[in-house]
Nanobody, 116 residues
Framework: QVPLRESGGGLVQAGGSLRLSCLASGSIWWSINTMGWYRQAPGKQRELVADITRNGNTNYADFVKGRFTVSRDNAPNTVYLQMNGLKPEDTAVYYC?????????WGQGTQVTVSS
């Protein structure tokens, strides 16, 4: 297990921006294949927002394409989510995710609230 420390959530008005960060403590960059972000709104299932492999290949959910950008630093293992053009429907708890072989690690989550 790798501890994941998230930061950057908060309250923002519609149309605003936030940047989330997630640090995988004590890990070597090549030990983590994919890092990314999921979100879970009240009463809904957790869903993928975006992820990125250690080679820089990215994958986005359709509902964030053109608005969100995922990026990654390999030393230390940190994944970012730049969120622009936020909408009230983006309100959710955002979870960092790191995949190491067959092991999946989750962060504690950070709340993002977008007011209309």
């Amino acid at each position: 297990q790798v501890p994941l420390r998230e930061s950057g959530g908060g309250l923002v008005q519609a149309g605003g921006s936030l940047r989330l960060s997630c640090l995988a403590s004590g890990s070597i960059w090549w030990s983590i294949n994919t890092m990314g972000w999921y979100r879970q709104a009240p009463g809904k299932q957790r869903e993928l927002v975006a992820d990125i492999t250690r080679n820089g290949n990215t994958n986005y959910a359709d509902f964030v394409k053109g608005r969100f950008t995922v990026s990654r630093d390999n030393a230390p293992n940190t994944v970012y989510l730049q969120m622009n053009g936020l909408k009230p429907e983006d309100t959710a708890v955002y979870y960092c995710n790191a995949q190491m072989g067959a092991t999946v690690n989750w962060g504690q989550g950070t709340q993002v609230t977008v007011s209309s």
